[in-house]
């Protein structure tokens, strides 16, 4: 088996011969790799985790997932794969140990097995001491945690995670980070999608970019951002009288344009850390009072901007 997720083609349409909510997408998911499927709103991700966990039909194209295809065989499948949906429903009154133990049952552990089991998971996910709390009261990150947990009862080897942080508080999505990368270092596959810069920068090993069910870019983050350009480093200068002057001596630097108000400048360099002494040194030499130098980096949110013409998040643009 060649990877752990490989599509042709794949496109569903709504209703049925209606807009495409994703159209034409070839992917190939490698063993082992953190994939972010990474979009705004309504870009198509969670029909693409329907489509490929089986809850959907493709209206044209084909996937595989560990091996197995989706049309011809669901259920190979389905052994092969933990799901956490965006929107899947709980009952709020059972306790998440409850869940967890009538997961492992449905998954075919025995009653015996079921127990000791939910308690590993529970454990895993840092949710020990909430187990015997109704889900109904869990906080956000909490549901997220035993949503993840419920997804990995049956130790699948490709794991689907739809917006698995969406709405968490920093410290909660940082521990899901963590869970997430331990399980890539034990060898399981995850896509995952989000609408984070940051979360598909920091997590993923490869990065597929969805615009309006289309795959519009896919790399590493470091290949997708060097794409789109060198840093440059903004320079806010003390007198705005200084500027054409300073225009001069940073051309010694890098390549420097007048920034958006007279005060400023940016001066597109290689590196960014390399230039920015030497950038320092020669203002200082020439007199030119400087009140704030930043290297700015390209992010995800410049390579969707390049790919689209549209920011990809409020977030991003923040
Ligand atoms: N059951 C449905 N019937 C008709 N249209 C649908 C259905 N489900 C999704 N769509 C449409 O398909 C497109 C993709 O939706 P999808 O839910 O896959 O987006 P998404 O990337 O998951 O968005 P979000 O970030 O809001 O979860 C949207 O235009 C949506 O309105
Ligand atoms: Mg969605």
């Given at each position: 088996?060649?990877h752990?997720?490989?599509?042709?083609?794949?496109?569903?349409r709504?209703?049925?011969?209606?807009?495409y909510?994703?159209?034409?997408?070839?992917?190939?998911?490698d063993?082992?790799?953190?994939?972010?499927?990474?979009?705004?709103?309504?870009?198509g991700k969670s029909?693409m985790v329907?489509?490929?966990v089986?809850?959907?039909?493709?209206?044209a194209?084909?996937?595989?997932v560990a091996?197995?295809?989706?049309?011809k065989?669901p259920?190979?499948?389905?052994?092969?794969?933990?799901?956490?949906?965006?929107?899947?429903a709980?009952?709020?009154?059972m306790?998440?140990?409850?869940?967890?133990?009538?997961?492992a049952?449905?998954?075919?552990?025995s009653?015996?097995?079921?127990?000791?089991?939910g308690a590993?998971?529970?454990e895993r996910?840092?949710?020990?001491?909430?187990?015997d709390?109704?889900?109904g009261?869990y906080?956000?990150?909490?549901r997220?945690?035993?949503?993840l947990?419920?997804?990995l009862i049956?130790?699948?080897?490709v794991?689907?995670l739809d917006?698995?942080?969406?709405g968490?508080?920093?410290?909660?999505?940082l521990?899901?980070?963590?869970e997430?990368?331990?399980?890539r270092?034990?060898?399981?596959?995850?896509f995952?999608?989000?609408q984070?810069?940051?979360?598909?920068?920091q997590?993923?090993?490869?990065?597929?970019?969805?615009a309006g069910g289309?795959?519009v870019?896919?790399?590493?983050?470091?290949?997708?951002?060097?794409?789109v350009?060198?840093?440059h480093?903004h320079?806010?200068?003390?007198?705005?009288?200084?500027r054409?002057?300073?225009?001069?001596?940073?051309s010694a630097?890098g390549?420097?344009?007048?920034?958006v108000t007279d005060?400023?400048l940016d001066v597109?360099?290689?590196?960014?850390?390399?230039e920015?002494p030497?950038?320092?040194?020669a203002?200082?030499?020439?007199?030119?009072?400087?009140a704030?130098l930043?290297?700015?980096?390209?992010?995800?949110d410049?390579?969707?901007l390049?790919?689209?013409?549209?920011?990809?998040?409020e977030e991003?643009?923040?």
């Amino acid at each position: 088996m060649s990877h752990a997720i490989v599509t042709r083609g794949l496109e569903k349409r709504y209703p049925k011969g209606g807009t495409y909510a994703v159209q034409g997408v070839d992917l190939a998911v490698d063993h082992g790799e953190v994939y972010g499927f990474l979009g705004p709103n309504g870009a198509g991700k969670s029909t693409m985790v329907r489509l490929l966990v089986t809850l959907l039909r493709p209206s044209a194209g084909t996937a595989h997932v560990a091996g197995h295809d989706v049309v011809k065989d669901p259920a190979g499948v389905r052994a092969s794969i933990g799901v956490a949906l965006q929107d899947a429903a709980i009952d709020p009154l059972m306790t998440g140990r409850e869940l967890l133990e009538l997961q492992a049952v449905l998954h075919g552990l025995s009653r015996r097995a079921s127990a000791p089991r939910g308690a590993l998971l529970l454990e895993r996910v840092g949710l020990s001491d909430a187990g015997d709390k109704r889900v109904g009261e869990y906080s956000g990150g909490m549901r997220r945690r035993l949503d993840l947990a419920m997804a990995l009862i049956h130790e699948p080897r490709v794991l689907f995670l739809d917006e698995p942080t969406t709405g968490l508080d920093p410290s909660s999505r940082l521990l899901l980070w963590d869970e997430v990368r331990r399980l890539r270092d034990q060898g399981t596959t995850v896509f995952l999608t989000t609408q984070y810069l940051e979360e598909a920068d920091q997590l993923a090993d490869r990065v597929g970019i969805i615009a309006g069910g289309q795959l519009v870019a896919e790399d590493t983050p470091e290949a997708l951002k060097a794409q789109v350009g060198h840093p440059h480093v903004h320079v806010v200068l003390t007198n705005a009288a200084d500027r054409e002057r300073s225009l001069q001596v940073a051309s010694a630097v890098g390549d420097p344009r007048p920034g958006v108000t007279d005060h400023c400048l940016d001066v597109s360099v290689q590196d960014g850390s390399l230039e920015l002494p030497a950038l320092v040194r020669a203002l200082d030499d020439a007199g030119i009072a400087v009140a704030s130098l930043d290297v700015v980096r390209p992010t995800l949110d410049d390579v969707f901007l390049q790919k689209t013409g549209a920011h990809l998040a409020e977030e991003a643009v923040a």
